[in-house]
């Protein structure tokens, strides 16, 4: 069931990159991007503790952050 989990957050990452990401103009302020970040998180964590990584990531995302190289 964890697998299976897993496996449907990484996609669901994935689908992003691929067909929805191309759609909008580059705004990640980071290095690597949050989509990045967040699938090497969950890879490396597991869903749980990865997954809190990205939408901690993702909630700095904006533009009053200077951004920057920010390594998982």
């Given at each position: 069931?964890?697998?299976?989990?897993?496996?449907?957050?990484?996609?669901?990452?994935?689908?992003?990159?691929?067909?929805?990401?191309?759609?909008?103009?580059?705004?990640?302020?980071?290095?690597?991007?949050?989509?990045?970040?967040?699938?090497?998180a969950i890879e490396k964590y597991g869903v749980a503790r990865?997954?809190?990584?990205?939408?901690?990531?993702?909630?700095?995302?904006?533009?009053?952050?200077?951004?920057?190289?920010?390594?998982?």
């Amino acid at each position: 069931m964890k697998k299976i989990i897993t496996c449907f957050i990484i996609g669901t990452i994935k689908f992003y990159r691929l067909f929805l990401s191309p759609l909008k103009p580059p705004s990640c302020r980071f290095v690597p991007t949050c989509s990045e970040y967040a699938l090497t998180a969950i890879e490396k964590y597991g869903v749980a503790r990865g997954s809190m990584m990205a939408i901690r990531r993702i909630l700095r995302c904006h533009p009053f952050n200077p951004g920057g190289y920010d390594p998982v």
